[in-house]
Nanobody, 128 residues
């Protein structure tokens, strides 16, 4: 049974940093897509960053490129989202999603509709 569990959200001042964690279990493939998404209040869910495990290929939304970094720790079955230089517009519920089938590839890994397996979400608030 596949499980996706996020943690690490919170309140941070503009310019600050946070690291989100996405712990994965039940995945049997070596290569699959994992994505971070966010949903600001009153807006649609959008892709933030994704990684194709096995190749460590990464993709980023233009709005976060250069500020956010996605990475993984194989030993801990965990994917991280390091968020630096945070802005008030980064405020959102952040979700992790993963593809246990290995079908999702390339920039499709940034599309929310491509995934079936999601975590519960973690709130990130950037405010003075």
């Amino acid at each position: 049974q596949v499980q996706v569990v996020e943690s690490g959200g919170g309140l941070v001042q503009p310019g600050g940093s946070l690291r989100l964690s996405c712990e994965l279990s039940g995945f049997t493939l070596d290569t699959y897509a994992v994505g971070w998404f966010r949903q600001p209040p009153g807006k649609e869910r959008e892709g933030v960053a994704s990684i194709i495990t096995g190749y460590d290929t990464t993709y980023y939304a233009d709005s976060v490129r250069g500020r956010f970094t996605i990475s993984r720790d194989n030993a801990k079955n965990t994917v991280y989202l390091q968020m630096n230089s945070l802005k008030p517009e980064d405020t959102a519920v952040y979700y992790c999603a993963a593809d246990p089938t290995g079908v999702i590839a390339g920039t499709s890994s940034l599309r929310p509709g491509a995934y079936d397996d999601w975590g519960q979400g973690t709130q990130v608030t950037v405010s003075a």
